[in-house]
């Protein structure tokens, strides 16, 4: 469960005021907006990635709102990937796992079932270089959810996608959800991706956030 309440954040001179919502467990919620209108300024507070100026953030129940990024327990797949040039696929999965210093075989294990699940399983000695959009958007998936996390947040995860791998994209993160029982926090401006995905969508508009439903939501232009 993620509770924000009464939050105030800044980047720059763009400012999030009294902001304030609760995501249940288990929920799929969509927080969508225009380009620079704070909502990846947002996810990333909720990350731990930027300071919050009052208010506070609980993740079940617990207050991380000063909490470093390690402590909060959250996947994250960044807009960009961050994904590690060099790396090997499997390698890059278990990340996370080596640094809680799990053991070598449960590692193997946990790699081994998400590259199932990912559909990853032919990759998993391929270095990065020389994969597909899609296939990277899936490495970086499964590396966000290696050690378990109850909370999942996403930036813009498939905005960099054709519309056949953004289609298939979609299955896979229903199927993941639910295989999971993750709760979802996914950030973007596109209404086709809050349609087939959220259970809820909020909103960030004029520097506060609202629920919307989320099958009435207006439609935004498609150039943004």
């Not at 996947?75 to 499997?90: E, K, N, T």
Request: charged share 25%.
């Amino acid at each position: 469960m993620i509770t924000a309440t009464n939050l105030t954040l800044r980047a720059g001179e763009f400012v999030l005021h009294d902001v304030s919502f609760a995501i249940e467990q288990g929920e799929y919620v969509v927080l969508m907006g225009r380009t620079g209108c704070g909502k990846t300024t947002l996810l990333e507070a909720i990350c731990g990635l930027k300071p919050v100026e009052e208010g506070t953030i609980h993740l079940d129940g617990r207050d991380v709102t000063h909490a470093k990024p390690a402590a909060r327990g959250i996947g994250y797949v960044p807009q960009d990937l961050a994904i590690f040039s060099a790396m090997p696929v499997a390698k890059q999965i278990g990340f996370a796992l080596h640094i809680r210093k799990w053991p070598q075989d449960d590692i193997d294990h946990r790699v081994h079932e998400l590259a199932e699940l990912l559909g990853i399983k032919h990759l998993l000695d391929r270095t990065p270089q020389g994969l597909s959009g899609g296939e990277q958007q899936r490495v970086a998936l499964g590396r966000a959810l290696s050690f378990r996390p109850r909370v999942l947040c996403l930036d813009e995860p498939l905005s960099a996608l054709d519309a056949d791998t953004r289609d298939s994209m979609y299955h896979l993160l229903k199927t993941v959800h639910e295989h999971e029982g993750v709760t979802a926090l996914h950030v973007t401006h596109n209404q086709d991706e809050a349609d087939r995905l959220a259970s809820r969508v909020f909103r960030v508009e004029n520097g506060a956030v609202r629920e919307v439903n989320v099958n009435t939501a207006p439609r935004m232009p498609s150039h943004e």
